[in-house]
């Protein structure tokens, strides 16, 4: 996908991760809406950016991957931005995917964007909730990396590839991150690595790439967790602005007047 920006001295990119929607509308996911909370996280977008080049959505944008809560997603999330890219998180399913899309481009793995490229990359592994990039995802993403040397670069997967210090979340993280690595290192044009699952903010560097994780649009994780444990912290999203010397500015907003019921207590049944 080959994308026009409205300013290419200031490329506009929203992330949206981890909506869990469910089949019908108005599921719950541990006592909390996830419709409510996506459309209070796209108004908030919407009032923040009006102005969007291109909406990553990576991963468990659906709770049950099924093919009516993708479509709901799609509705949701119509008029934020000019272009949308999607990943499969674990609990999605990709036919349904692609069935929700027919002809659409969110599944299109790629972007180009004036002096940048916006790589995806799909880390789930069926039946599993870890993540895992196969040879085959490493291999594109080596190929893309070698095709794309005069841009700059950003990778977006769904599963973390560090440790981030919740021991239960960091059994799930991409199993073979150290290959991930391995390739990344191999190039000097990387600049941005973005991820979702953790349902909670990260923003390090490693090397000089910036290393990226995200609210989710519904529930959140507590940090620094040694088993799983829900934050009542507010719904939330990541911005970020591409510049054409590399460099990314971003930021996390969250819809802080939604107000989040949640069973604190309840099981995994994220």
């Known amino acids: 996908m080959r994308i026009e920006p409205n300013n290419p001295l200031a490329i506009k990119l929203i992330q949206i991760t981890d909506s869990h929607l469910e089949a019908q509308a108005g599921g719950q996911l541990l006592g909390l809406n996830t419709d409510d909370s996506l459309r209070a996280v796209v108004g908030l977008i919407a009032e923040e950016h009006p102005q969007v080049d291109l909406l990553l959505a990576t991963g468990d944008i659906s709770n049950c991957g099924s093919t009516s809560s993708y479509r709901r997603f799609q509705s949701l999330t119509d008029n934020l931005a000019k272009h949308t ?7 999605d399913l990709n036919d349904a995917m692609g069935e929700a899309i027919g002809n659409g481009e969110e599944l299109d793995g790629s972007a180009d964007i004036a002096c940048w490229k916006v790589l995806t990359l799909d880390s789930s592994v069926e039946g599993e909730v870890g993540g895992h990039l196969s040879a085959e995802q490493l291999n594109i993403l080596r190929q893309e990396l070698q095709n794309s040397i005069g841009s700059h670069v950003l990778i977006c997967l769904h599963h973390h590839p560090i440790l981030i210090g919740c021991d239960w979340l960091d059994t799930q993280r991409v199993s073979n991150a150290d290959q ?27 090397k000089g790439v910036r ?7 519904c529930i959140q994780f507590a940090p620094n967790s040694a088993e799983f444990k829900l934050d009542r912290q507010s719904p939330g999203y990541r911005w970020l602005t591409l510049l054409p010397d590399g460099a990314i ?22």
């Open 85 to 91: 890219l999607w990943l499969p998180g674990n609990h």
């Open 211 to 217: 290393l990226m994780a995200t609210p989710s649009s």
């Open 180 to 206: 991930f690595f391995e390739v990344l290192d191999a190039f000097d044009h990387i600049r941005g690595v973005l991820w979702g699952h953790i349902h909670q903010p990260i923003d390090q560097r490693r």
């Open 249 to 270: 500015e971003t930021g996390i907003s969250r819809a802080s007047d939604f107000s989040v019921t949640i069973d604190v207590d309840g099981s995994r049944g994220y």
